[in-house]
């Protein structure tokens, strides 16, 4: 006897994968635009600071020194610093009016803390709005997935482009 839930049916062909919605969240928020495949400066701060420069130049940023601010100061009660030379950097501002991110390479580790996670070449700076929370959680969440892959942060720290970074993420 089956059931009325047809559980042992296969899933519809229609019917999104969690990669799916992985890579189609990464594609909402990171455009070629927001990805600097080869960071300028090597201090954390000064990293920082570039980052949300260009967020700035690009319209996506209202304000750098409020938003430097926040991030370092969240920077202060614990590292973003995750391991596998990643970094978060991540705070709540005012300086932005929806979810904003970037990455940035750098070809040198950047110390974002006194430990052996500490050095990171990888960094995913995300700023949101102090009344949102959604977005970031999803965003968050599909990147580190996708950076848990030895083979996928490879193709990210060796990529030339910012095209080529978006390419091996989505990939």
């Known amino acids: 006897m089956r059931c009325c839930c047809h559980h042992d049916n ?4 229609d019917t999104p994968t969690l990669s799916t919605i992985r890579r189609s969240t ?3 928020y990171l455009s070629e635009k927001v990805i600097l495949p080869s960071l300028k400066n090597d201090q954390r701060d000064t990293v920082i600071q570039e980052m949300l420069t260009h967020l700035k130049e690009l319209g996506a940023l209202n304000d750098v020194t409020l938003a430097t601010k926040n991030i370092l100061d969240r920077e202060a009660q614990m590292s973003t610093s995750i391991g596998d030379a990643i970094a ?3 705070a709540r501002t005012t300086a932005v009016d929806k979810l904003t991110t970037i990455i940035g390479i750098s070809k ?8 052996a996670n500490g050095a990171c070449k990888i960094i995913i700076l995300t700023l ?3 009344t949102i929370n959604s977005p970031y959680m999803a965003f968050i969440t599909a990147m580190l997935t996708l950076l848990n892959s ?12 910012a095209r080529a970074v978006r390419k091996a993420l989505l990939s």
């Open 10 to 13: 296969p899933p519809q062909e």
């Open 150 to 161: 030895p083979t996928r942060r490879h193709q990210i720290l060796n990529a030339q482009t």
């Open 108 to 115: 040198h580790p950047i110390l974002f803390d006194d430990t």
């Open 26 to 28: 990464i594609r909402t």
């Open 128 to 130: 949101m709005p102090p």
């Open 88 to 90: 978060c950097p991540h």
